[in-house]
């Protein structure tokens, strides 16, 4: 299907486990990015990717790691998870060109207990 | 850094009423900006977008938004609230200088009474 689909839509997990989230895109988008949205903060950008194998920070990207070996492809891993990485992600991809709309993955509701 | 103030985190209307959700950005240059509305357990959508063309921009589902530069406001209207209109919304800003990357707002509830 076209489109950008995520992976697992839910997960529950433990503290400390690594757990990876999935996202593949079927546009050739140059950019992809990882969001979480928490009550209260709206969407707070974790990761993005210009292009493979070039990825940077966002606001909040402590305790997770992403790779981009792929263009289609950003899978996002919490090496460690904890209590407080419990939130819902979100990954979207664009093209280039300032103005140009993201597009959004449906959601991974991630746990951690 | 640039950001998006959306006033109200829950706004309610009837059936039939205006519909106002307000977004202030902060930048000295006038940035890109985006209208994206969020249905319950789904992603993100896109409303509308300000890139420079026209300061009342049109969107889908009857909203538009009017940027004004003096007020640095990009604020959403609807004339009449549908209940399909009851979701979430985020106000965003693409950066001056930055990526492709956006910035959003903390987002406005917004529920459509009967």
């Known amino acids: 299907d076209a489109g950008i689909t995520q992976s697992p839509r839910y997960k529950i997990t433990e503290t400390g486990r690594q757990v990876t989230l999935m996202c593949h895109q079927t546009?050739?988008?140059?950019?992809m990015f990882w969001y979480r949205q928490d009550l209260g903060h709206g969407l707070r950008l974790i990761y993005y990717s210009a292009a493979a194998d070039i990825t940077d920070k966002g606001e909040v990207p402590d305790g997770y790691v992403v790779s981009r070996s792929k263009t289609e492809n950003f899978p996002l891993t919490l090496e460690s998870a904890t209590r407080s990485q419990t939130s819902v992600y979100f990954c979207?991809?664009?093209?280039?060109?300032?103005?140009?709309?993201?597009?959004f993955g449906q959601g991974t509701r991630l746990t951690v207990v | 850094a640039q950001s998006v103030t959306q006033l109200g985190s829950h706004v309610s209307v009837s059936e039939g009423a205006l519909v106002l959700l307000r977004c202030n950005y902060s930048s000295s240059v006038p940035p890109y900006l985006f209208w994206y509305v969020q249905y319950p357990n789904q992603g993100l959508q896109l409303l509308l977008k300000?890139?420079?063309?026209?300061?009342l921009v049109k969107g889908i589902n009857g909203f538009e938004a009017e940027f004004k530069k003096s007020e640095t406001s990009f604020h959403l209207t609807k004339p009449s609230a549908h209940m399909s209109d009851a979701a979430e919304y985020f106000c965003a800003v693409n950066p001056q200088g930055g990526s492709e990357k956006l910035v959003f707002g903390k987002g406005t509830k917004l529920t459509v009474n009967p």
């Open positions: 300000y890139t420079s063309a026209a300061t």
């Open positions: 546009w050739s988008h140059s950019y």
């Open positions: 979207a991809s664009s093209d280039r060109g300032r103005g140009t709309e993201a597009f």
